[in-house]
Structure formats: C-alpha cells, structure tokens
T-cell receptor, first 115, second 112 residues
Framework: DTGVSQNPRHKITKRGQNVTFRCDPI?????LYWYRQTLGQGPEFLTY????????KSRLLSDRFSAERPKGSFSTLEIQRTEQGDSAMYLC?????????????FGPGTRLTVL | DQQVKQNSPSLSVQEGRISILNCDYT??????FLWYKKYPAEGPTFLIS?????DKNEDGRFTVFLNKSAKHLSLHIVPSQPGDSAVYFC???????????FGKGTHLIIQP
C-alpha cells in the first residue's frame, strides 16, 4: 500500500495525559500536513512541513501541541496535558509540490477521545 | 469567520441524474481549489482540483466550474451512482498559505 498511513487509528486517554500520533506520508512526497476535524466541521489546518522544515503553523496549534518531521520522512504530532476539547480526528496529508499543483492526499486519521 | 462555505448540509439526487454541489469563498487571495470526498471512518479522498487561471476542469464523471467574479465554484457529477453517496468537501488555498481551508461539507445521498 503506497498511501498515507497513520497510527494509531484510535486513542483513548485521560485528561492531562500526553499522546503522540505518527504519520507516514507517500514516499516521494516532500510536504506533510496535519489537520484536525471535529464533528460536523471540515478539516482545520494545524501545521505543515516541507522536508524536515516546519514552515507554517495555524493559530489553532497551541503550545501544548508539537510536531516534528526529523528526517523529512515520517512525522509525529504530540499533544501534552490533553484536554477534553482536544477530542477530534487528527488527519495527516502529504503532497508533492510541483508546478504550482498541491494536491494533498490524506491518511485515514487518528481518532482521539479524551475522557 | 468561514472563508469557505458550503451552504447545503445535504443533497439527495436520483441515481443516473446530475449532482451539483456548490461552494462559495470570501478570500480573494485563494487561487487553487479542490474537492474531496469522504466516507465515514476514512480520510478525505482527493477528487478534482482547479486553478484560478481556469474556469473549468473535467475528469471523467466529475467537472468543477469556477466563477471568480462570484467567488463561487461547483462540482458536477454525471451520471450519479450509488457509490457517490458520501460527504463532499470544498477546499481552497492561496495567498501564501499552503494549508487548505475547508468548508463544512455537503452530504450527498444518491437514491436508487
């Protein structure tokens, strides 16, 4: 399977705990994006990387959130001191920016439930 | 403030007919638009895109139309098939921002 993969698919945690999600993009893609989706809403952009550089962060990305892409391949998204409001689907996408075309391909998502 | 709006939460269309999904945007800096389809418990699947230098793009049964003066785009699916039943999201990017801005989605239901 050459698509975007995300692990775990589901995560249940207690308020105050830290959680980490992983995303493996399509292998030749140089850009990797994180989004969050809550019920009844479209995905909301959080941050993105070009290779290993984090180039843009949304104001939605509070200080408790940190993302890394250490070797320009897979990425992790960590949420520290989780809150109930962090419950959402966390989506990862990748793209190969070429000629102004930036079609992003999404993974299946990680559903986070904070109790 | 929603920059991308899909004003129809749901749409029901008979199998074989044309489905038309609409999307409006407010940010004049947007220059690239995409449509995604999403099934429950899956991530969005890319369908079709259009650059602001064009007013139409076609791919098989899917055609996207862009009216820049009205800040409006639409996705036409013809003929509609049962497998097209899903939530469709309109997304936009541009103005130096590379993250996508999504609408809230339209749930398309294809009736047999």
């Amino acid at each position: 399977d050459t698509g975007v993969s995300q692990n775990p698919r589901h995560k249940i945690t207690k308020r105050g705990q830290n959680v980490t999600f992983r995303c493996d993009p399509i292998s030749e893609h140089n850009r990797l994006y994180w989004y969050r989706q809550t019920l009844g809403q479209g995905p909301e952009f959080l941050t993105y990387f070009q290779n290993e550089a984090q180039l843009e962060k949304s104001r939605l990305l509070s200080d408790r959130f940190s993302a890394e892409r250490p070797k320009g391949s897979f990425s992790t998204l960590e949420i520290q001191r989780t809150e109930q409001g962090d419950s959402a689907m966390y989506l990862c996408a990748s793209s190969l920016l070429a000629g102004g075309i930036n079609e992003q391909f999404f993974g299946p998502g990680t559903r986070l439930t904070v109790l | 403030d929603q920059q991308v709006k899909q004003n129809s939460p749901s749409l029901s269309v008979q199998e074989g007919r044309i489905s038309i999904l609409n999307c409006d945007y407010t940010n004049s800096m947007f220059d690239y638009f995409l449509w995604y389809k999403k099934y429950p418990a899956e991530g969005p699947t890319f369908l079709i895109s259009i650059s602001s230098i064009k007013d139409k793009n076609e791919d098989g049964r899917f055609t996207v139309f862009l009216n820049k003066s009205a800040k409006h785009l639409s996705l036409h699916i013809v003929p509609s098939q049962p497998g097209d039943s899903a939530v469709y999201f309109c997304a936009a990017t541009g103005g130096g921002a590379d993250g996508l801005t999504f609408g809230k989605g339209t749930h398309l239901i294809i009736q047999p």
